[in-house]
């Protein structure tokens, strides 16, 4: 029933099924503008809610793969969505896949067009469903509340997002990871990119060439905190307990920022949304496009994004 809808930017068109849930889905790849992108629609739902599947950081395609790592995390959602009468976009991310001339030059991109692209794909979305909601993962949890801020959007879900700047992250990520006197200069570094300088060379373990500090310095600098603040609509914010990448205290901030948004704690789920054991088998899954998405997490944005009343803990 899309093909109409969507004719101008129809490229193909596949039936999918989800065998867990057995129901079915379409699955059009179509570009809007410079971007690549698979519109999922559930089958013989007329007018569905659409997600709009934010990736996260690094060279991420639109399944949620990167160049090494390749845990589906975007693709099993969006045939999870599906299966709940969810339609969903998702779309290769600036750089992924290699670096299109459309999008000008690799040194002179800036943060925001991260949240250019997501609105440019709000505005491919808008009215052809009942809901236009934006799902955040990781980093696409900042792209998405920069996006509710630039343009009109129903919900928003982030799913394991930080509530500090990626460069105050990366050095608390890097902190623990590496003894102080390889960690003090790398420190230093991220600092001054903050600041707007250019550290010629970078120290080791920091491979940020001097042309392109200044698009990371964008990135590194963005606050998800007053925005959120601004932000209206209903909002779901989840987190893990086996994420290690991201501590609970991230989600509690988030949350003070967003008194009337819902929550979600999963103890089990890690950073690619999957429950995992421990530390060795959350390794594992981040090469693993198999394995099932934390099922409460599916069901909690399902409901949120059809309009139910989901827990708060």
């Keep these: 029933m899309f093909a109409k809808v969507f004719a101008r930017a129809l490229v193909v068109t596949a039936l999918t099924c989800a065998s867990a849930f057995v129901a079915c889905a379409e ?20 007018r569905p ?8 950081s690094g060279s ?16 099993k959602l969006a045939e999870d969505l599906a299966a709940h009468g ?15 001339p459309a999008f000008g030059k690799p040194e002179d991109f800036r943060f925001k067009d991260y949240v250019d692209d997501a609105a440019s794909l709000v505005d491919f979305l808008r009215g052809k469903f009942a809901r236009i909601v934006l799902v955040g993962h990781s980093e696409g949890g900042l792209v998405a509340i920069l996006t509710a801020r630039k343009v009109p959007v129903d919900r928003l879900v982030l799913l394991v997002t930080s509530a500090r700047k990626q460069g105050d992250l990366l050095k ?7 003894p102080p006197q390889k960690f003090e200069p790398i420190a230093r570094a991220i600092d001054n990119i903050m600041a707007g300088q250019v550290v010629d060379p970078p120290p080791e373990g920091l491979p ?43 989600l509690v901030a988030l949350s003070a920022a967003a ?52 827990p708060r803990n």
């Design 27 to 46: 699955e059009s790849s179509i570009r809007i503008g410079p971007i690549d992108a698979v519109l999922t629609t559930p089958a013989n739902v007329e």
């Design 49 to 56: 809610p659409v997600a709009l599947l934010i990736a996260g």
């Design 60 to 75: 991420t395609d639109r399944d949620g793969n990167g160049p090494q790592l390749k845990p589906a995390t975007l693709k």
């Design 86 to 100: 969810i339609a969903s976009l998702r779309y290769d991310k600036r750089g992924a896949k290699g670096w299109k």
């Design 172 to 178: 608390a990520q890097l902190e623990k990871k590496l």
């Design 208 to 250: 940020i060439s001097p042309a392109m500090q200044p698009s990371i310095a964008s990135a590194f600098n963005e606050d998800p905190i007053d925005p959120l603040k601004q932000i209206i609509i209903p909002t779901l914010i989840v987190g893990g307990g086996r994420d290690r990448q991201l501590p609970r205290l991230d």
């Design 259 to 310: 008194p009337a948004a819902k929550t979600l704690w999963l103890p089990d789920m890690n950073h690619v949304l999957v429950d995992v054991t421990d530390d060795g088998d959350d390794l594992k899954s981040y090469n693993d496009s198999a394995r099932p998405l934390d099922p409460d997490l599916i069901d909690a944005i399902s409901a949120f994004i059809i309009g139910a009343e989901g």
